[in-house]
């Protein structure tokens, strides 16, 4: 019995370990994906699944500021980083880059979904 409960105390503290290191960029809230400050993220149309890259740099990116990324993030499952024109890294999710909306004022906030009929509310 002794052996059985080190066992289980032994796994429980491996997979506590296991879950510290393994942070995502985001969480999904509600159905969808928010950032680490619990705002509500967004894609982009004209940014194509898995190219690397953002297209919406500039002013685009003031209205829609990026989910940025250290340099030394590295893509998991499926959370990818793309480098944007400037240089910097961004999160991706499933190959398209994720933003903020600079309208939404707190968490749950959602004004950007279709926005231009080319911003969508981004989605597990």
Known sequence: MKLLSTALLTAALLGGCASM?????????????????????????????????????????TNWPPLMAADADKAAGDYTVVTRDDGKKQWAMKGKPLY?????????????DNVGGIWHIAKP
């Open 21 to 61: 290191t393994a942070s995502s960029p985001a969480k999904v809230a509600d159905g969808m994906l928010v950032g680490p400050n619990g705002m509500t993220l967004y894609v982009f149309d004209r940014d194509t699944a898995g190219s690397g890259k953002s297209v919406c740099n500039g002013p685009c990116a």
């Open 100 to 112: 903020y909306w600079a309208k939404d004022t707190k968490p749950g906030d959602k004004t950007g």
